[in-house]
């Protein structure tokens, strides 16, 4: 048995594993801003939809106060990360925030620097990642356990 694809298994599990946890924060925290943040009005400072290497992004810089303090945002959805779309759902969603344009926005009581515009939750990909790290970390899991059962005996 060699030591090398012992330690590649045992790599390739925790690295599964991390998919898991990282899909279970992205979902937590989308849950958390969803179901926690407070409504305000906001201003459209601009709102555009570009091309990405990946797709395309959708950029809706807007500017709310919270007791007295303004803050300034570009997070279009609850959640960390940097969401992009399609063409389409980029270019429909600079469409709903126009520049000038009176809008609600989500801010965190306890961090009104965070915020957000559309009150939806992205559950796809976290799920997609829950699932996909929970199966693969179980599988090199079961040859590592197997691995070391056979090295045993």
Known sequence: MSEN?????????????GFVVGGAYLYVEDA?????????????????????????HVEVTYEYTVDGRT???????????????????AEDVAEQYPEGETVTAYYSPENPSEAFLIETRNTLMPLFMIGMGGLTSFAFGAALVKRILRFAT
Do not use: W
């Open 32 to 56: 958390r801003a969803v179901n926690t943040f407070e409504q305000t009005e906001a201003t459209v400072i601009s709102s555009e939809a570009d091309s990405v290497s990946d797709g395309y």
């Open 71 to 89: 803050y300034e945002s570009s997070n279009v959805y609850p959640g960390p990360g940097q969401t992009t779309k399609s063409e389409f759902e």
């Open 5 to 17: 694809s012992t330690l590649g298994l045992v790599f390739a599990t925790l690295l599964c594993f």
